[in-house]
């Protein structure tokens, strides 16, 4: 499989361009489109967070612990004392870190259900209101991001499947086949936990109609049909 670095940098080398699309044509301004870029290259680096002792699962549980730390100094900054609300913020972040962590390594293998599909369905969903609720976001921004966080993953388990593939010798590795799949079959109750994080993402985020205006200039179906015809129609007729 890929290396950390490798996901890093080709998740930041797609997700990138994409992301600077969405300002030129419009969609999205300067700091969203960072934000979609950074949150392409997170996306990235998420299927791995079950692998124990990787470089990945300690970055993402030093941000989440560093997040935990920041709601903590948000919520105690009316109602406690500075050095009650520094101390709330270090136990925030300490128990995100260790025992947390240790936790969620305990109840997860690399390669299972995290690695799949549906976990990155999952990571996107829950993105969503994360970004709407805790940060403030606007809809429209929230749920862009949840796409590129998926795009991210989805480029992950992608560069484990093409690296399990060795071209010199025109030989498949037995890791063939255990990335990009939909939800590992073998973990029922896994799988039935990813669906249930879906649902509750999707339940507290915000409702994507304000997606729906970005794209009013898309043409009617039947309006679609005419261009198409008619530039096939000149298409034949240059190369004729």
Same mark, same amino acid.
């Given at each position: 499989?890929?290396?950390?670095?490798?996901?890093?940098?080709?998740?930041?080398?797609?997700?990138?361009?994409?992301?600077?699309?969405?300002? !030129?044509? $419009?969609?999205? /301004?300067? /700091?969203?489109?960072?934000?979609?870029?950074?949150? $392409?290259?997170?996306?990235?680096?998420?299927?791995?967070?079950?692998?124990?002792?990787?470089?990945? !699962?300690?970055?993402?549980?030093?941000?989440? *612990?560093?997040?935990?730390?920041?709601?903590?100094?948000?919520? *105690?900054?009316?109602?406690?004392? @500075? +050095?009650? !609300?520094?101390?709330?913020?270090?136990?925030?972040?300490?128990?995100?870190?260790?025992?947390?962590?240790?936790?969620?390594?305990?109840?997860?293998? @690399?390669?299972?259900?995290? @690695?799949?599909? =549906?976990? /990155?369905?999952?990571?996107?969903?829950?993105?969503?209101?994360?970004?709407? @609720?805790?940060?403030?976001?606007?809809?429209?921004?929230?749920?862009?991001? $949840?796409?590129?966080?998926?795009?991210?993953?989805?480029?992950? =388990?992608? #560069?484990?499947? #093409?690296?399990? !593939?060795?071209?010199?010798?025109?030989?498949?590795?037995?890791?063939?086949?255990?990335?990009?799949?939909?939800?590992? &079959?073998?973990?029922? =109750?896994?799988?039935? #936990?990813?669906?249930? *994080?879906?649902?509750? *993402?999707? +339940?507290?985020?915000?409702?994507?109609?304000? +997606? =729906?205006?970005?794209?009013? &200039? &898309?043409?009617?179906?039947?309006?679609?049909?005419? +261009?198409?015809?008619? $530039?096939? /129609?000149?298409?034949?007729?240059?190369?004729?």
């Amino acid at each position: 499989m890929a290396d950390f670095k490798t996901h890093v940098t080709v998740a930041a080398i797609l997700s990138a361009p994409l992301a600077a699309s969405t300002f !030129i044509m $419009g969609f999205a /301004n300067m /700091n969203e489109a960072i934000f979609y870029a950074l949150a $392409g290259t997170f996306g990235g680096l998420l299927p791995d967070i079950d692998a124990d002792d990787s470089a990945a !699962i300690r970055l993402i549980f030093r941000l989440f *612990g560093a997040l935990a730390g920041g709601l903590a100094i948000a919520f *105690g900054m009316d109602k406690l004392l @500075h +050095w009650q !609300i520094l101390a709330l913020a270090i136990v925030s972040y300490l128990l995100v870190r260790f025992p947390i962590r240790w936790g969620f390594e305990q109840f997860t293998i @690399h390669r299972g259900t995290l @690695h799949s599909v =549906l976990a /990155n369905i999952m990571f996107a969903i829950l993105a969503v209101p994360a970004t709407y @609720h805790l940060f403030a976001l606007p809809a429209k921004t929230a749920w862009c991001i $949840g796409a590129f966080v998926f795009l991210g993953a989805t480029i992950h =388990l992608v #560069l484990d499947e #093409l690296y399990s !593939i060795e071209l010199s010798g025109m030989r498949i590795k037995r890791s063939f086949g255990t990335a990009m799949k939909i939800t590992d &079959w073998g973990e029922p =109750l896994a799988s039935i #936990l990813l669906v249930l *994080g879906c649902v509750v *993402g999707y +339940w507290l985020s915000p409702s994507a109609d304000a +997606w =729906l205006d970005a794209f009013a &200039w &898309w043409p009617e179906p039947e309006r679609l049909a005419e +261009w198409i015809k008619q $530039g096939l /129609n000149e298409f034949n007729h240059l190369w004729s």
